[in-house]
T-cell receptor
Framework: GQQVMQIPQYQHVQEGEDFTTYCNSSTTLSNIQWYKQRPGGHPVFLIQLVKSGEVKKQKRLTFQFGEAKKNSSLHITATQTTDVGTYFC????????????FGTGTLLAVQP | NAGVTQTPKFRILKIGQSMTLQCTQDMNHNYMYWYRQDPGMGLKLIYY???????DKGEVPNGYNVSRSTTEDFPLRLELAAPSQTSVYFCASSYSADRPTYEQYFGPGTRLTVT
Protein backbone atom coordinates (compact mmCIF):
# COMPACT_ATOMS: atom_id res chain seq x y z
CA GLY A 1 0.00 0.00 0.00
CA GLN A 2 0.89 3.64 -0.23
CA GLN A 3 3.43 4.82 2.33
CA VAL A 4 4.53 8.30 3.27
CA MET A 5 7.78 8.67 5.19
CA GLN A 6 9.24 11.75 6.82
CA ILE A 7 12.78 12.56 7.90
CA PRO A 8 14.06 13.36 10.36
CA GLN A 9 11.85 11.89 13.08
CA TYR A 10 13.14 14.46 15.56
CA GLN A 11 15.07 17.70 15.30
CA HIS A 12 16.35 19.89 18.10
CA VAL A 13 17.46 23.41 17.15
CA GLN A 14 18.49 26.60 18.86
CA GLU A 15 16.06 29.44 18.45
CA GLY A 16 16.97 31.37 15.31
CA GLU A 17 18.33 28.34 13.42
CA ASP A 18 16.64 27.02 10.31
CA PHE A 19 14.75 23.73 10.11
CA THR A 20 13.73 21.44 7.25
CA THR A 21 11.61 18.31 7.18
CA TYR A 22 11.31 16.06 4.15
CA CYS A 23 8.38 13.94 3.05
CA ASN A 24 8.64 11.03 0.59
CA SER A 25 5.83 8.98 -0.90
CA SER A 26 6.05 5.51 -2.40
CA THR A 27 3.54 6.58 -5.07
CA THR A 28 2.80 9.68 -7.12
CA LEU A 29 0.51 12.08 -5.30
CA SER A 30 -2.31 14.25 -6.62
CA ASN A 31 -1.68 16.71 -3.84
CA ILE A 32 0.02 17.01 -0.49
CA GLN A 33 -1.04 18.74 2.69
CA TRP A 34 0.95 19.83 5.73
CA TYR A 35 -0.34 19.86 9.28
CA LYS A 36 1.11 21.05 12.58
CA GLN A 37 0.35 19.43 15.91
CA ARG A 38 1.36 21.25 19.08
CA PRO A 39 2.27 19.04 22.07
CA GLY A 40 -0.94 17.68 23.57
CA GLY A 41 -3.01 19.20 20.76
CA HIS A 42 -4.65 18.14 17.55
CA PRO A 43 -3.40 18.46 13.96
CA VAL A 44 -4.08 21.81 12.35
CA PHE A 45 -3.98 22.34 8.59
CA LEU A 46 -1.18 24.56 7.30
CA ILE A 47 -1.23 24.37 3.51
CA GLN A 48 -1.96 22.28 0.42
CA LEU A 49 0.23 21.88 -2.65
CA VAL A 50 -1.21 20.61 -5.92
CA LYS A 51 1.09 21.43 -8.83
CA SER A 52 4.38 19.79 -9.74
CA GLY A 53 7.27 21.95 -8.52
CA GLU A 54 4.93 24.25 -6.59
CA VAL A 55 6.43 26.48 -3.90
CA LYS A 56 4.31 28.33 -1.34
CA LYS A 57 5.34 30.59 1.51
CA GLN A 58 3.66 31.48 4.78
CA LYS A 59 5.78 34.06 6.58
CA ARG A 60 8.84 32.06 7.72
CA LEU A 61 7.54 28.74 6.37
CA THR A 62 8.33 27.58 2.82
CA PHE A 63 6.63 24.53 1.34
CA GLN A 64 7.72 22.75 -1.81
CA PHE A 65 6.19 19.96 -3.92
CA GLY A 66 8.64 17.90 -5.97
CA GLU A 67 8.66 17.83 -9.75
CA ALA A 68 7.70 14.16 -9.78
CA LYS A 69 4.98 14.77 -7.15
CA LYS A 70 6.43 12.09 -4.89
CA ASN A 71 8.18 14.28 -2.36
CA SER A 72 7.74 17.52 -0.48
CA SER A 73 9.56 19.65 2.05
CA LEU A 74 8.82 22.21 4.72
CA HIS A 75 11.50 24.75 5.60
CA ILE A 76 11.27 27.11 8.57
CA THR A 77 13.58 30.09 8.60
CA ALA A 78 14.83 31.47 11.93
CA THR A 79 12.82 29.17 14.19
CA GLN A 80 10.95 30.52 17.18
CA THR A 81 9.73 28.76 20.31
CA THR A 82 6.21 28.97 18.91
CA ASP A 83 7.28 26.62 16.10
CA VAL A 84 7.56 23.71 18.54
CA GLY A 85 5.42 20.73 17.58
CA THR A 86 5.14 17.82 15.19
CA TYR A 87 4.84 18.54 11.48
CA PHE A 88 3.00 16.00 9.36
CA CYS A 89 2.71 15.75 5.64
CA UNK A 90 -0.33 13.97 4.22
CA UNK A 91 -0.66 12.77 0.66
CA UNK A 92 -3.64 11.94 -1.49
CA UNK A 93 -3.08 9.66 -4.46
CA UNK A 94 -6.36 10.53 -6.10
CA UNK A 95 -9.26 8.34 -7.12
CA UNK A 96 -12.80 8.16 -5.85
CA UNK A 97 -12.00 8.18 -2.14
CA UNK A 98 -10.91 11.06 0.02
CA UNK A 99 -8.34 9.25 2.13
CA UNK A 100 -5.21 11.09 3.10
CA UNK A 101 -2.19 9.01 4.07
CA PHE A 102 -0.32 10.76 6.83
CA GLY A 103 3.43 10.75 7.10
CA THR A 104 5.28 9.63 10.20
CA GLY A 105 5.84 13.19 11.36
CA THR A 106 8.84 15.27 12.45
CA LEU A 107 8.97 16.54 16.02
CA LEU A 108 10.64 19.94 16.26
CA ALA A 109 12.08 21.12 19.56
CA VAL A 110 13.33 24.71 19.81
CA GLN A 111 15.65 25.73 22.59
CA PRO A 112 15.43 29.43 23.59
CA ASN B 1 -19.26 27.33 14.81
CA ALA B 2 -17.93 24.81 17.31
CA GLY B 3 -16.18 22.87 14.53
CA VAL B 4 -15.50 19.24 15.43
CA THR B 5 -16.29 18.21 18.99
CA GLN B 6 -15.40 14.93 20.68
CA THR B 7 -16.49 13.35 23.92
CA PRO B 8 -15.18 12.19 26.29
CA LYS B 9 -11.78 13.85 26.53
CA PHE B 10 -10.31 11.11 28.68
CA ARG B 11 -11.39 7.56 29.50
CA ILE B 12 -9.94 4.55 31.27
CA LEU B 13 -11.40 1.18 30.31
CA LYS B 14 -10.84 -2.27 31.69
CA ILE B 15 -9.97 -5.08 29.29
CA GLY B 16 -13.12 -6.46 27.72
CA GLN B 17 -15.28 -3.39 28.32
CA SER B 18 -16.97 -1.53 25.49
CA MET B 19 -17.51 2.17 24.83
CA THR B 20 -18.55 4.66 22.20
CA LEU B 21 -16.49 7.70 21.30
CA GLN B 22 -18.71 10.54 20.14
CA CYS B 23 -17.90 12.94 17.31
CA THR B 24 -20.04 15.81 16.03
CA GLN B 25 -19.34 18.49 13.44
CA ASP B 26 -21.42 21.57 12.66
CA MET B 27 -19.79 22.55 9.36
CA ASN B 28 -22.09 20.44 7.16
CA HIS B 29 -19.11 18.39 5.95
CA ASN B 30 -19.93 15.21 4.07
CA TYR B 31 -16.67 13.45 4.85
CA MET B 32 -15.75 12.31 8.34
CA TYR B 33 -12.85 10.24 9.63
CA TRP B 34 -11.57 8.45 12.69
CA TYR B 35 -7.81 8.24 13.34
CA ARG B 36 -5.76 6.83 16.14
CA GLN B 37 -2.39 8.19 17.18
CA ASP B 38 -0.09 6.09 19.33
CA PRO B 39 2.57 7.89 21.41
CA GLY B 40 5.21 9.50 19.22
CA MET B 41 3.63 8.12 16.08
CA GLY B 42 1.65 9.36 13.10
CA LEU B 43 -2.04 9.10 12.40
CA LYS B 44 -3.62 5.82 11.32
CA LEU B 45 -7.02 5.87 9.63
CA ILE B 46 -9.54 3.58 11.33
CA TYR B 47 -12.78 4.25 9.43
CA TYR B 48 -14.17 6.99 7.27
CA UNK B 49 -17.51 8.06 5.87
CA UNK B 50 -18.36 9.94 2.68
CA UNK B 51 -21.89 10.75 3.77
CA UNK B 52 -24.80 9.66 5.92
CA UNK B 53 -25.34 5.92 5.65
CA UNK B 54 -21.97 5.24 3.99
CA UNK B 55 -18.88 4.03 5.83
CA ASP B 56 -15.69 2.27 4.83
CA LYS B 57 -12.63 0.75 6.46
CA GLY B 58 -9.31 2.50 6.75
CA GLU B 59 -5.89 1.06 7.57
CA VAL B 60 -6.62 -0.31 11.08
CA PRO B 61 -10.35 -1.14 11.44
CA ASN B 62 -10.12 -4.33 13.52
CA GLY B 63 -11.76 -4.01 16.93
CA TYR B 64 -13.84 -0.98 15.94
CA ASN B 65 -17.20 -0.22 14.41
CA VAL B 66 -18.80 2.97 13.13
CA SER B 67 -22.15 4.25 11.99
CA ARG B 68 -23.25 7.44 10.23
CA SER B 69 -26.96 8.04 10.57
CA THR B 70 -26.71 11.83 10.22
CA THR B 71 -24.37 14.28 8.50
CA GLU B 72 -23.31 15.71 11.86
CA ASP B 73 -22.49 12.59 13.91
CA PHE B 74 -19.94 9.83 13.43
CA PRO B 75 -19.57 7.68 16.57
CA LEU B 76 -16.80 5.11 16.96
CA ARG B 77 -17.59 1.95 18.89
CA LEU B 78 -14.96 -0.14 20.67
CA GLU B 79 -16.05 -3.66 21.46
CA LEU B 80 -14.08 -5.82 23.90
CA ALA B 81 -11.37 -3.26 24.63
CA ALA B 82 -7.76 -4.48 24.55
CA PRO B 83 -4.53 -2.83 25.80
CA SER B 84 -3.46 -2.44 22.15
CA GLN B 85 -6.30 0.07 21.77
CA THR B 86 -4.68 2.47 24.22
CA SER B 87 -4.21 5.55 22.09
CA VAL B 88 -5.42 9.05 21.31
CA TYR B 89 -8.40 9.04 18.98
CA PHE B 90 -9.06 11.95 16.65
CA CYS B 91 -12.18 12.59 14.65
CA ALA B 92 -11.92 14.81 11.57
CA SER B 93 -14.16 16.16 8.83
CA SER B 94 -13.79 17.76 5.42
CA TYR B 95 -15.85 18.99 2.48
CA SER B 96 -16.87 16.42 -0.08
CA ALA B 97 -14.25 15.80 -2.71
CA ASP B 98 -15.28 15.87 -6.29
CA ARG B 99 -11.94 17.55 -6.88
CA PRO B 100 -8.58 17.46 -5.07
CA THR B 101 -9.19 16.95 -1.43
CA TYR B 102 -9.93 19.75 0.97
CA GLU B 103 -8.28 20.25 4.32
CA GLN B 104 -9.37 18.18 7.27
CA TYR B 105 -10.60 19.75 10.49
CA PHE B 106 -9.71 17.78 13.60
CA GLY B 107 -11.44 17.50 16.93
CA PRO B 108 -9.51 17.86 20.22
CA GLY B 109 -9.13 14.09 20.65
CA THR B 110 -10.07 11.42 23.17
CA ARG B 111 -7.28 9.92 25.27
CA LEU B 112 -8.13 6.29 25.96
CA THR B 113 -6.28 3.94 28.28
CA VAL B 114 -7.15 0.24 28.46
CA THR B 115 -5.82 -1.61 31.50
Amino acid sequence: GQQVMQIPQYQHVQEGEDFTTYCNSSTTLSNIQWYKQRPGGHPVFLIQLVKSGEVKKQKRLTFQFGEAKKNSSLHITATQTTDVGTYFCAGWSGGATNKLIFGTGTLLAVQP
Amino acid sequence: NAGVTQTPKFRILKIGQSMTLQCTQDMNHNYMYWYRQDPGMGLKLIYYSVGAGITDKGEVPNGYNVSRSTTEDFPLRLELAAPSQTSVYFCASSYSADRPTYEQYFGPGTRLTVT
